[in-house]
């Protein structure tokens, strides 16, 4: 019987996969959305690190959740946000 920290890395697993197969959802929609994002997921991942005594870089962090180097990501699948979106995130941030 898996533990539950077993159980927990499996869906951080498949979230990256999910993640990765639908690299056209946006971080800023995913920001708009959920109120997370790619990126969130990697420091997330340096603090959990952090708690258990160990240091992770954050742009390591970020390969690991981004499956490649966040530029490379950034360079083949980021696009340019839209004035709707930004108006999102804006507001979002001032609460």
Not at 9 to 35: P, S, T, W, Y
Not at 36 to 52: M, S
């Amino acid at each position: 019987m898996p533990s539950t920290t077993e159980i927990e890395a499996a869906v951080f697993r498949r979230l990256l996969e999910h993640l990765d197969q639908n690299k056209d959802v946006q971080n800023i929609d995913l920001m708009n959305l959920a109120g997370f994002c790619r990126n969130c997921l990697a420091k997330w991942y340096v603090a959990a690190a952090a708690d258990g005594g160990e240091t992770v870089d954050y742009e390591k962090a970020r390969e690991r959740v981004y499956g490649m180097p966040y530029s490379e990501w950034k360079s083949k699948f980021q696009k340019e946000a839209s004035p709707d979106a930004l108006a999102k995130m804006d507001q979002s941030h001032k609460h």
